[in-house]
């Protein structure tokens, strides 16, 4: 399912949407309740579950939920699409291109939003594992005889979750919604069944409960505002999803279903607590009647396979934007669906994901421990996506710079409270997400700036384009039939391995094409805008190819309409010739030795060109040249 940019939709289409976007937007915010509660009262920072304590920590909830997800993100940073895509990187490519700002400080947002991309990933591997091992630690509430178990069981679901991956999500993402659905309303169900048991509850919509619970509790409730933060870890996953349903779809589906399932579900844990303050070990299952326990169980491990299947999926479209983008090499991307563009299946993150999500679970062996290394990536996220807001508000919207600092200011008075609850977790664990964000950001900024570095010495040793049709105006070589394509990054220069074909062969096609992709800080490039083609004489063209950072390139579809001299590229009497470079690491100023050293091996273990441009194997012909870096 796939939301058409350009018209907003109504009727039927609505909730056909707003139906499919519960289970993918709001799979990870709607297993929260399994865990968020119980480590405000029985976690490592518990606070005692005394009637103003919950009520407290109830207000503190429902106006996170209210602030963080309904105000912030629905509200406003929905707002911020890149050509109908959300997410970190599309923002980050809103900010990219704007020349008003000065270019220091453009660098500094753009690395900002590349650190935010790096701690999804890390939340991407965390998610999975709490969300599924805290449903099946449901078992052990039933029995516990199965408390030996639930490592067994959770690993399994995981590995199997994993392995099902390359056969794609259509089918399966059909049952997202509805069972999703299900899930809220069950979650409902059992918050209003427990609410009519102690009603007083509903007083913690008011907010100076909040204001008391700190007034009393001083230190102790800012550090349990870290546990509250695990109410509102979808907001950016709501975000990222945007460009799968439109704004319309996720909001009717927040304010109908997922906002009201999600508040009646934590009174109802309150109001259960107020009752049986022992409850408070898992007060989620101690919330259904004992004969309802292990459909609950069932159920709850379905709907957090949905939601870690969503961060999956996440992880693979986060991929694809890195590499288009230039920040990661490129890689194999298998498409599952003919018809959804979004499918798409990525081996590589696949399975360094699962041994990733496993390798946590036997790590950390209980949810308890995993809330700890929860959260310190996602409040890092949101106050990244909070700053590149900022200047986007200023230099796209043209908003005034008080009224920006105004909104930004207010979302940032509580992103950065939960980002400092969340600190105190470090040590317990929060260190975990942070080491996975920095070596991956390491990654993409060597892997960025080793591509320019690349650029600039092909650059220096490269022959303008004129000076090579002049030489050939007075030498004219053989020509010979057919058409000779040549992929080079910038069509004003003379490819290298045009040179040293001609070095080798001695002749030229009778027609020369110098071919340059180029992915646009866009999400989208329509298909009218996707050719440029410009004649040079003497059979020489430049023909430029643009891509959205959500597309796929493929340069024989691209070129399949084309006529040259009024004639079509025919594919049999074609050649591409591609350079390889050998990349030799050197102490030319530039990069670190080391970082040298980690570009050539990431280099060499990129994805071919042929495969990646879906070039013809047999029609490809490559030259390879030593660059010293």
């Given at each position: 399912?796939?939301h058409s940019?350009g018209?907003?939709?109504?009727?039927?289409y609505?909730?056909?949407?707003?139906?499919?976007?519960?289970?993918?937007?709001f799979?990870?915010?709607?297993t929260?309740?399994?865990?968020?509660?119980?480590?405000c009262?029985?976690?490592?920072?518990?606070i005692?579950?005394?009637?103003?304590?919950?009520?407290?920590?109830?207000?503190?909830?429902f106006?996170?939920?209210?602030?963080?997800?309904?105000?912030?993100y629905?509200?406003?940073?929905?707002?911020?699409?890149?050509?109908?895509?959300?997410g970190?990187l599309?923002?980050?490519a809103?900010?990219?291109?704007?020349?008003r700002?000065?270019?220091?400080?453009r660098?500094?947002?753009i690395?900002?939003?590349?650190?935010?991309?790096?701690?999804l990933?890390?939340?991407?591997i965390?998610t999975?594992?709490?969300s599924?091992?805290?449903?099946?630690e449901?078992?052990?509430?039933?029995a516990?005889f199965?408390?030996?178990?639930?490592?067994?069981?959770?690993?399994?679901?995981?590995?199997?979750?994993?392995a099902?991956?390359?056969?794609?999500?259509a089918?399966?993402?059909?049952?997202?919604?509805?069972?999703?659905?299900?899930?809220?309303?069950?979650l409902f169900?059992?918050?209003?069944?427990?609410?009519?048991?102690?009603?007083?509850v509903?007083?913690?919509?008011?907010?100076?409960y909040?204001i008391?619970?700190f007034?009393a509790?001083?230190?102790h409730?800012?550090?349990?505002?870290?546990?509250?933060?695990?109410?509102?870890?979808?907001?950016?996953?709501l975000?990222?999803?945007m460009?799968h349903?439109?704004?319309?779809?996720?909001?009717?589906?927040w304010?109908?279903?997922?906002?009201p399932?999600?508040v009646?579900?934590?009174?109802?844990?309150?109001a259960?607590?107020m009752?049986?303050p022992?409850?408070?070990?898992?007060?989620?299952?101690?919330?259904?009647?004992?004969?309802a326990?292990?459909?609950?169980?069932a159920?709850s491990?379905?709907?957090?396979?949905?939601a870690?299947?969503?961060?999956?999926?996440?992880?693979?479209?986060?991929?694809?934007?890195a590499?288009?983008?230039?920040?990661?090499?490129?890689m194999e991307?298998?498409?599952?669906s003919?018809?959804?563009?979004?499918?798409?299946y990525?081996?590589?993150?696949?399975?360094?994901?699962?041994?990733?999500?496993?390798?946590?679970?036997l790590?950390?062996?209980?949810?308890?421990n995993?809330?700890?290394?929860?959260?310190?990536?996602?409040?890092?996220?949101?106050?990244?996506?909070?700053?590149?807001?900022?200047a986007?508000?200023?230099?796209?919207w043209?908003?005034p710079?008080w009224?920006?600092?105004?909104?930004?200011?207010?979302?940032?008075?509580?992103?950065?409270?939960f980002?400092?609850?969340?600190?105190?977790?470090?040590p317990?664990?929060?260190?975990?997400?942070i080491?996975v964000?920095?070596?991956?950001?390491?990654?993409?900024v060597?892997?960025?700036?080793?591509r320019?570095i690349?650029?600039?010495?092909?650059?220096?040793?490269?022959?303008?384009?004129?000076t090579?049709?002049?030489s050939?105006?007075?030498?004219?070589?053989t020509?010979?039939?057919?058409t000779a394509?040549f992929?080079?990054?910038?069509?004003?220069?003379t490819p290298?391995?045009?040179?040293?074909s001609?070095?080798h062969?001695?002749v030229?096609?009778?027609?020369t094409?110098?071919?340059?992709?180029q992915?646009?800080e866009?999400a989208?490039?329509?298909?009218?805008?996707?050719?440029?083609v410009e004649?040079l004489?003497?059979g020489?063209?430049?023909?430029e190819?643009?891509?959205?950072?959500?597309?796929?390139?493929d340069v024989?579809?691209?070129?399949?309409?084309l006529?040259?001299?009024?004639r079509?590229?025919?594919?049999?009497?074609?050649?591409?010739?591609l350079?390889?470079?050998?990349?030799?690491?050197?102490?030319?100023?530039g990069?670190?030795?080391?970082?040298?050293?980690l570009?050539a091996?990431m280099?060499r273990n990129a994805?071919?060109?042929?495969?990646?441009?879906?070039?013809?194997?047999?029609?490809?012909v490559?030259?390879?040249a030593?660059?010293?870096?």
């Amino acid at each position: 399912m796939s939301h058409s940019a350009g018209r907003e939709p109504r009727g039927r289409y609505l909730a056909t949407l707003s139906l499919a976007s519960l289970g993918i937007v709001f799979g990870d915010i709607g297993t929260s309740p399994l865990y968020a509660l119980r480590e405000c009262f029985s976690g490592p920072h518990a606070i005692a579950a005394t009637p103003a304590n919950i009520l407290g920590v109830l207000s503190l909830i429902f106006w996170a939920l209210i602030l963080v997800i309904s105000v912030k993100y629905q509200a406003f940073v929905l707002r911020a699409d890149n050509r109908g895509e959300g997410g970190i990187l599309a923002l980050t490519a809103l900010v990219a291109p704007l020349q008003r700002s000065p270019r220091a400080r453009r660098s500094v947002l753009i690395l900002l939003g590349v650190f935010g991309t790096a701690l999804l990933y890390g939340d991407g591997i965390i998610t999975p594992a709490i969300s599924v091992l805290s449903a099946v630690e449901g078992l052990s509430v039933a029995a516990p005889f199965f408390d030996p178990y639930v490592l067994p069981i959770t690993i399994a679901i995981l590995v199997g979750l994993f392995a099902l991956q390359r056969n794609g999500t259509a089918r399966v993402g059909a049952l997202f919604g509805p069972v999703t659905l299900v899930w809220f309303s069950v979650l409902f169900v059992l918050g209003i069944f427990r609410i009519v048991d102690a009603p007083s509850v509903l007083r913690a919509v008011h907010p100076g409960y909040a204001i008391d619970f700190f007034a009393a509790e001083k230190l102790h409730a800012f550090v349990v505002l870290g546990a509250v933060f695990l109410v509102v870890t979808g907001g950016e996953a709501l975000y990222a999803d945007m460009g799968h349903f439109g704004r319309r779809p996720i909001r009717l589906a927040w304010f109908a279903v997922v906002l009201p399932a999600l508040v009646t579900n934590y009174f109802g844990q309150g109001a259960l607590l107020m009752v049986n303050p022992a409850a408070a070990e898992n007060p989620f299952y101690r919330l259904a009647p004992a004969w309802a326990l292990y459909p609950l169980i069932a159920l709850s491990t379905a709907a957090t396979v949905i939601a870690s299947q969503a961060l999956i999926t996440g992880a693979f479209s986060l991929t694809m934007q890195a590499v288009q983008l230039g920040y990661a090499p490129r890689m194999e991307i298998a498409h599952t669906s003919a018809s959804q563009f979004g499918q798409i299946y990525v081996p590589g993150v696949n399975w360094a994901l699962m041994a990733a999500c496993v390798g946590v679970v036997l790590g950390f062996q209980s949810s308890s421990n995993l809330a700890a290394a929860y959260g310190i990536a996602v409040t890092s996220t949101m106050v990244i996506t909070a700053l590149l807001f900022f200047a986007v508000a200023r230099s796209r919207w043209h908003w005034p710079t008080w009224l920006a600092a105004l909104v930004v200011g207010f979302f940032l008075v509580f992103d950065l409270a939960f980002f400092g609850a969340n600190i105190v977790k470090i040590p317990n664990g929060g260190w975990f997400p942070i080491v996975v964000a920095a070596l991956i950001f390491i990654l993409l900024v060597t892997w960025k700036r080793g591509r320019t570095i690349l650029a600039e010495r092909l650059q220096a040793g490269s022959l303008p384009i004129e000076t090579f049709l002049e030489s050939l105006r007075r030498s004219p070589p053989t020509r010979v039939p057919g058409t000779a394509i040549f992929m080079s990054g910038n069509v004003r220069n003379t490819p290298h391995a045009l040179l040293h074909s001609m070095k080798h062969y001695k002749v030229l096609h009778e027609r020369t094409v110098f071919l340059a992709v180029q992915t646009e800080e866009v999400a989208h490039v329509p298909e009218r805008d996707r050719v440029n083609v410009e004649s040079l004489g003497q059979g020489f063209y430049a023909i430029e190819l643009h891509y959205g950072f959500m597309q796929e390139p493929d340069v024989p579809a691209a070129l399949r309409s084309l006529r040259l001299d009024d004639r079509p590229i025919e594919p049999m009497a074609t050649t591409y010739f591609l350079g390889r470079e050998t990349l030799i690491p050197t102490d030319r100023p530039g990069m670190a030795a080391w970082r040298e050293r980690l570009f050539a091996s990431m280099s060499r273990n990129a994805r071919p060109a042929t495969a990646f441009f879906r070039l013809p194997p047999n029609r490809v012909v490559e030259l390879g040249a030593q660059i010293e870096l």
